[in-house]
């Protein structure tokens, strides 16, 4: 079983949005057998709240099922137990640091490097690989929302 961990700021719009994709997307698949796939994130701002309303809201527009949930912070023992762990931007990658201060097994990468590289496990450079777009602070949930599927539909092409 293949296990992915999404990870962004306070895990209330893109890491929830990018977890519920993809298990849709590995339901419509058939292959729900295959992963377990789960969301955190590296601040502590949001911790116990529910995904922010407006992506909520994308996700039942796109027709993307989800659950409530309460947003949780990372924590070593994740980085011990995923076999992948994808973070949405470069700022995510530097907070990460503060709670995985290496990592030795190469399980940490960006969301959009599985789209614009021809994924060779590991990736370890991340330069000009672009940030899952930010709805938190541009309010476009629709872009966050593509940016997120893409991500996603590569990473099942290439699990």
């Known amino acids: ?58 996700l039942t527009s796109k027709g993307v099922p989800f659950t409530r949930r309460a947003a949780r912070q990372m924590t070593r023992a994740d980085y011990a137990y995923y076999d992948h762990i994808i973070c949405m931007d470069q700022s995510n990658l530097r907070w990460l640091n503060y709670i995985i201060p290496s990592d030795s097994a190469h399980k940490v990468s960006l969301m959009m490097a599985w789209k614009f590289t021809n994924h060779q496990l590991p990736i370890t450079n991340f330069e000009n690989i672009p940030d899952v777009s930010d709805p938190w602070y541009t309010g476009d949930f629709e872009k966050a929302y593509n940016d997120i599927l893409q991500g996603c539909q590569a990473l099942l092409n290439q699990l």
């Open 1 to 58: 079983m293949t296990k992915i961990l999404f990870i962004c700021h306070g895990n209330i719009c893109r890491s929830p949005m990018a977890e519920f994709i993809m298990k849709h997307l590995v339901s419509q698949a058939g292959r729900s057998d295959e992963f377990e796939i789960a969301s955190a994130a590296v601040s502590t701002e949001e911790i116990g709240n529910d995904i922010y309303p407006p992506a909520k809201r994308m």
